[in-house]
């Protein structure tokens, strides 16, 4: 028997979603989005199997409903769906990046007998819509299950047996836990990040030059400034009671920043800094981190020609990689080429491709 799927919300979560569902045995994708443009591009994309201008009639054939829709507006939709008439094991989840008002409503749905599990896969990217998604996005990330207590095992399986194809780590965690956790990792940095480039902007005023000067570090702590604003004005706001506890433990710590430097001592700064690296050094990399890369540092000598030569090497090969950057490493040399792949393995035969080929010095993050 055929499983029928129907994702609402077609952007970058749920195109990507869609799409490693796709491989899944024995089963049709539907999708639907508010928007005519994103249908449209979603069916030249094919990104579902079928992309459906009525919600109301897919819903009422789907085994398995997932929604990829800003966390307002999936708490809108849940709200409705109370209503509508769906098949008797259905199972509904999400994919939003809050827990706690989502799970509320997924009580809500229970007591009228329909299954809701929530989800939360933590891999993601600034940018967002239907031509961002692609099918690998989750591979090796964690993706979160919050379950209500009570949720029958089966149920919670029969999920996992479709997300498995998104090729994530699925994890359980009570969504109280979820919350409180993301807020540390994920949602205060947008709001850091968001904070320093209003920094950089309202320094602009007196000094113009300030932007032309934003090289590698600025751009690296402020990248997901750029992401969806939409996206995170609702995240912020399901989970604000977090964030104003991060904020106060933010501002604590900068008024011990605020204390060291006025000491000058210049141990207790060093060991500020030595203190974070030990920690930053050891977080887990392509375990499930968020945004993962997976990028290769060629140490390029200086000559024209030496970017199309590496990339040559690598077309000849048919290794596709998804991005190319020149960073100034050191003032001595040119510069270390950075190209990023989709996955491990491509990064692996890159660099079994340029070791065989030439004399570059490579190195990976
Ligand atoms: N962007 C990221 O890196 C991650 C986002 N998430 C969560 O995934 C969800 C989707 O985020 P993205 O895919 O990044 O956003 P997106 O903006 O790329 O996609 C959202 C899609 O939902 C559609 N949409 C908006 N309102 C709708 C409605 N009322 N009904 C039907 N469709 C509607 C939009 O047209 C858009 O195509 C959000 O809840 C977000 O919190 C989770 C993990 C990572
Ligand atoms: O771009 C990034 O690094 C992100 O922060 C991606 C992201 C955004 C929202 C989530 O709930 C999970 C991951």
């Not at 990040?193 to 030059?209: F, N, T």
């Amino acid at each position: 028997m055929t499983r029928n799927v129907l994702v609402i919300g077609l952007g970058l979560i749920g195109g990507s979603i869609a799409l490693s569902c796709q491989k899944a045995p024995n089963t049709k994708i539907y999708g639907f989005d508010l928007y005519e443009k994103t249908r449209q591009q979603a069916r030249e994309l094919s990104i579902v199997h079928e992309v459906v201008d009525d919600v109301l009639q897919a819903a009422s054939i789907a085994d398995v409903i997932i929604f990829g829709t800003p966390v307002n507006a999936t708490l809108d939709w849940l709200e409705k769906m109370k209503e509508w008439p769906l098949k008797d094991n259905v199972i509904v989840t999400d994919t939003g990046s809050t827990k706690g008002l989502i799970m509320q409503k997924g009580k809500e749905l229970s007591e009228k007998g329909i299954a809701f599990i929530g989800g939360h896969p933590m891999a993601g990217s600034h940018k967002s819509g239907v031509q961002a998604a692609k099918t690998h996005l989750f591979e090796n990330a964690y993706y979160i299950l919050t379950p209500l207590e009570h949720e029958k095992e089966e149920r919670i399986k029969e999920l996992e047996d479709l997300l498995k194809f998104t090729l994530a780590k699925i994890v359980r965690i009570d969504a109280s836990k979820h919350d409180h956790m993301t807020a540390v990792v994920s949602h205060f940095p947008h709001i850091v990040a968001a904070s320093l480039v209003h920094q950089l902007d309202s320094e602009q005023q007196s000094y113009p030059m300030t932007s032309m000067l934003a090289a590698g570090g600025f751009r690296d702590v402020t990248r997901i400034a750029s992401s969806n604003p939409l996206m995170w004005k609702d995240i912020v706001l399901q989970n604000r009671e977090e964030l104003l506890n991060q904020l106060n433990s933010w501002q604590d710590e900068m008024n011990r920043v605020k204390s060291i430097l006025l000491s000058s001592e210049e141990e207790t700064i060093e060991q500020y800094f030595a203190a974070a690296k030990e920690v930053r050094d050891k977080l887990p990399i392509n375990t499930g981190a968020f945004y993962t890369t997976y990028d290769l540092y060629v140490d390029i000598p200086d000559y024209p020609g030496v970017i199309s030569e590496v990339t040559g090497y690598l077309a000849e090969e048919q290794i596709s990689i998804t991005n190319l950057r020149v960073v100034e490493a050191r003032e001595d040399v040119f510069g270390i080429l950075v190209i990023s792949f989709q996955n491990a393995d491509d990064r692996e035969n890159a660099q079994k491709c340029l070791s065989k080929r030439a004399k570059y010095e490579l190195y990976m993050s």
